[in-house]
């Protein structure tokens, strides 16, 4: 009798899940074939809501919509979500900017804005709806490489053994040196701090990318709680002398200095909650597949997160490598086989290339560059308000939809 394949994922966050849940479908839906998929998490998964100017979100752009559609998610989640109808993008000082709206695209929306503990609890029931073996919290310590399957062993002794693991956060660089696989990894000179802020008035769906001389400032909208306000989630490039500094501020003088890098767009900020900061590193695994481990997410690569496509590359991830393994396993070929795994690793790879170029190319497009590149490069975006068909275009890519 033939054993039944087995898939280990560490990592319960977003992305784990994402993958747990798109190979799940992907057993599912093979006639007479059974699959095993098993995830570990090294905390417990939280309950309850926190609060609303507390949480944390991710932009999912439209063929993340899709694919939730098709995994069952989204119609759960999408009334949780904020609506990104239009993109106001802007260089903080200087002039020109241009607006991105739906209807260039003729749609309701160029993406939206899931909140992480909401899209997270949605991921994990449907996982276990689908039968992934979900555990947590279990901390695995060590990596085992030897011959035969590849396995983990937990911080209780555990070895947990599969035909294929799938290595999706937590990874350490002493795992990346026993997988022997380099990292490529270029540090930004700033830090992320985030945090939701409040704005007075009614919510109009509208993001905002401000481009600032330290790099960009993301502004994007969450449903509302309030009558009369209008939550966003701020994403804001800070250089790393100044990050400390600012972190200590009480949230009267936080308010100030935010107010003054996003500008009055949008009235006075009302409020923000807390914050958090984490140094930008864009970094890039060298090779993602070795021994039966299979590097995913932000294992495999992080990006700056000015674009918002971190996320949105995880979930196109997950859903190819759930279509190369159902092929594999309709043949009957070894699951960790880079054979059976071509599929997914070329163009995976090109993908993860493609969008950390681009978005370090973003992410440092507006930096000061003096008045000689400034002015042309000022006058480029006031000129792109003016062209619907190139406007069109960008606000396309943005959306992942790869079809014209």
Known sequence: ??????????????????????????????????????????????????????????ALNLHSVALLKDWGIWPALAPECGVIRDIHVSHRGHFGSTLMQARDLDTDALGFVAENHDLGRHLLERAQALGVSVRAPVRCTRLRTEEGSPGVETEDGEIVEADLILLASGVTPEWFEALGIGIQ?????????????????QQGGCAFERFTQHGPLAVLPLPSTRRQEQRYNVVWSVPDDAVETLMSLEDEGFCARFQDAFGWRLGAV???????????????????????????????????????????????????????????????????????LRGYLQPASTEQQFLTNS???????????????????????????????????????????RHA
């Open 1 to 58: 009798m033939t054993p039944t394949p087995r898939i280990l994922i560490l990592g319960g966050g977003l992305a784990g899940l994402a993958f747990a849940v798109a190979i799940a479908r992907a057993g599912e839906a093979l006639s007479g074939a059974s699959l095993k998929v098993t995830l570990l998490e090294a905390q417990a998964f939280k309950s309850g809501t926190p609060n609303p100017l507390d949480t944390r979100a991710s």
């Open 185 to 201: 990894q270029r540090p930004s000179d700033t830090h992320a701090v985030v945090f939701n802020a409040i704005f007075p008035g």
């Open 270 to 340: 009302r409020a923000v909650g807390k914050r958090s900061q984490w140094p930008l590193m864009r970094s890039l695994a060298c090779e993602q597949l070795r021994r039966g481990f299979l590097l995913v997410g932000n294992a495999a690569h992080t990006l700056h997160p000015v674009a918002g496509q971190g996320l949105n590359l995880s979930l196109r991830e997950a859903d190819l490598l759930a279509e190369t393994l159902g092929r594999a396993l309709a043949n009957g070929q070894p699951l960790a086989r880079a054979n059976s």
């Open 359 to 401: 978005t370090d190319l973003l992410a440092t497009l507006f930096n000061r560059r003096g008045p000689l590149l400034d002015g042309p490069r000022n006058a480029s975006l006031a000129l792109l308000d003016l062209v619907p068909g190139a406007r069109a275009q960008i606000a396309r890519l943005g959306t992942g939809v």
